[in-house]
């Protein structure tokens, strides 16, 4: 059963569902936990999570297939990519599965707000892992908070896959050299709401984000990996120890390969190299695919395939994808997990 909501017009925001789950740790160990139905979480004014940013967060999604079965992509890698975060912030780990537990427990709790397969829309889902506690000092929190939240979100694509531009950043880095960039915390994300802000104020999808130490290579797209495509067919992704490793960025690097046929590396992109790519396109949870019309480069404007139209290999990996995330194509073994 599904309940009644206007599933095409849903959006990205937060919707309060009914359960969420949540467990404790304390004193080396980590409580049983449990689904609850407040949304409001009650935790001290001192929490090293609120002071120090010390907290860390997954994302991803549930999907609805024809059949009606409701299927995860990857859990078990957003659980590993948790577990680099905390352990970088001298956080606890969460087993891999007590993760996966813990997001099939919500899925199943909301089963009737995961989005109808017709819609495309799905249920995102909120891994949230916190230090909490009465601590003033900079030292790691003595008591952890896990939770596991989830809200129905839209098809990012209404009108189809439509390339859109964007801006890179030269005066504002997401993340130093040997800093957090790898892993997924909030301070990288406070860190780019103002260079993001410039960004849509000038009416780009967001900015590009440069190697920190030098300025000329291509890292992150907003939130989102980045991926080219040569003009001789070669699939190419960035790689820097300050890129947060998108798992849609590795499944395409794994598609590319032993679907399109392709040649898929992980490598340097050099902005002033841009002209040996025919298609770009930014990867993720939450991007899925989004194709790049242009990058904006200083008072330069490089444009990829088109600024209205996607370029056919990037349709080609959106196609099989998201064919694979909503259980219409064969996946690769142990990509599906059925809630
Ligand atoms: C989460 C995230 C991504 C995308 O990762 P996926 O695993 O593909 O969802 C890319 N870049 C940043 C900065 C992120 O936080």
Redesign the pocket.
Known sequence: MVVNLDWENIGFHYHKLPFRYISRWKDGKWDEGELSGDNQLSISESSPALHYGQQCFE?LKAYRTKKGNVQLFRVDENAKRLNNSAKRLLMPEVPVEKFIDACKQVVRANEEYVPPYESKATLYLRPLLIGIGDIIGVQPAQEYLFTVFATPVGNYFKGGLAPTNFVASFDYDRAAPFGTGAT?VGG?YAASLLPGKYAKDNHFSDVIYLDPQTHTKIE?VG???FFGITKNGEFITPKSPSI?P????YSLLYLAEHRLGLKATEGDVFIDELDKFSEAGA???GAIISPIGAIQLKDKKHVFYSEDEVGPITKKLYDELVGIQFGDVAAPEGWIFEV
């Open positions: 994302g997924k990288n992150e939130a989102a990996n947060l998108s798992i849609t960025k990867c993720g949870t």
